[in-house]
């Protein structure tokens, strides 16, 4: 097993006992669902449904004074900690930006269960996320059997994956869930109740209107750099994001893309070429999730 300290990560505190109420009204995944020991994956919006930030949220125990922690880019903490204050109003809640950051832990299983841990639930192989200060990183290691790695290795794996990561695969404030594939990723519960951007992304929802997606593609070269525009011959139809070890996330118009795999053209980013990991996503209807 494997873990790795996210230096990019950082953990907002929500408490009181409004806390879950509002948070409900403004994210896009139904805190009804969590309880201690569980995270859900989940966004906050602009009200033209575009993802301000996107984050992993858990809540914590009673025995620990109770709320939820929110595990997100640690350059957003700050600006999420003071969007959330601003839609608080007479709301009995605390927002917190806490000194915690986050240990991934992946294949294999935990020797034991910290406090504070839980499974990712974007994808199975992403395994586990402690939210710990980074000083315990090899004590919470050695604690869960892991052997403590760089975090290039997770970002290998998570691309590997094809986990889009924001900032990198995708551009906030620029993005709608469905083109991220926060659908697929159990990041939207299109069954709850309101919140902000949701009759945006609900419509996407049901008319199936996503054009753009993020995809896994493979590379004959060196890694692009990231936001490179990707070519099916000469004419641009996405850019690459992240890579390693010959294999990258792209954000491409699925309706190009499909074009040109049917008129077999090479597609290529950087002067480097490329295929599709999984040629078919780009012919899979919007509503329709991904197993």
Not at 21 to 39: A, C, E, H, Q
Not at 124 to 129: D, H, K
Not at 167 to 195: I, Q, W
Request: glycine share 10%.
């Amino acid at each position: 097993m494997k873990s790795a300290f996210l230096p990019d990560r950082g953990v907002v505190k929500v408490a009181g006992e409004d806390a879950r109420n509002f948070l409900n009204g403004l994210i896009t995944t139904d805190l009804d669902r969590l309880k201690p020991g569980l995270g859900r994956f989940g966004a906050l919006l602009t009200p033209q449904g575009k993802i301000i930030v996107d984050f992993l949220i858990t809540e914590i125990p009673a025995g620990h004074g109770g709320g939820f922690l929110i595990d997100c880019p640690k350059a957003l903490a700050d600006g999420l900690a003071t969007k959330l204050k601003f839609y608080k109003l007479r709301a009995k809640v605390s927002v917190e930006n806490l000194d915690l950051g986050v240990l991934a832990a992946w294949d294999g299983q935990l020797a034991a269960q910290p406090d504070l841990a839980f499974a990712d639930p974007r994808h199975a192989e992403l395994g586990s996320r402690i939210l710990i200060p980074e000083d315990l990183k090899q004590k919470l290691s050695d604690l869960i059997g892991a052997e403590l790695v760089d975090a290039a290795d997770y970002e290998a794996h998570r691309i590997a994956l094809g986990v889009p990561r924001g900032g990198l695969d995708f551009t906030y404030s620029d993005a709608f869930p469905h083109e991220t594939n926060m659908d697929r990723l159990a990041g939207v519960d299109f069954d709850k109740g309101c919140y902000v951007g949701q009759e945006v992304v609900s419509r996407m929802q049901h008319r199936g209107t996503a054009r753009t997606r993020s995809v896994k593609v493979l590379l004959d070269g060196p890694s692009p750099e990231a936001g490179a525009t990707i070519l099916a011959g000469d004419k641009p139809v996405g850019t690459i994001g992240s890579s390693a070890d010959g294999k990258g996330i792209a954000l491409v118009r699925i309706d190009r893309v499909a074009d040109a795999l049917d008129a077999h053209q090479p597609l290529s980013a950087g002067g480097v070429a490329l295929t599709l990991a999984e040629p078919d996503v780009v012919r899979i209807p919007a509503k329709q999730p991904i197993a």
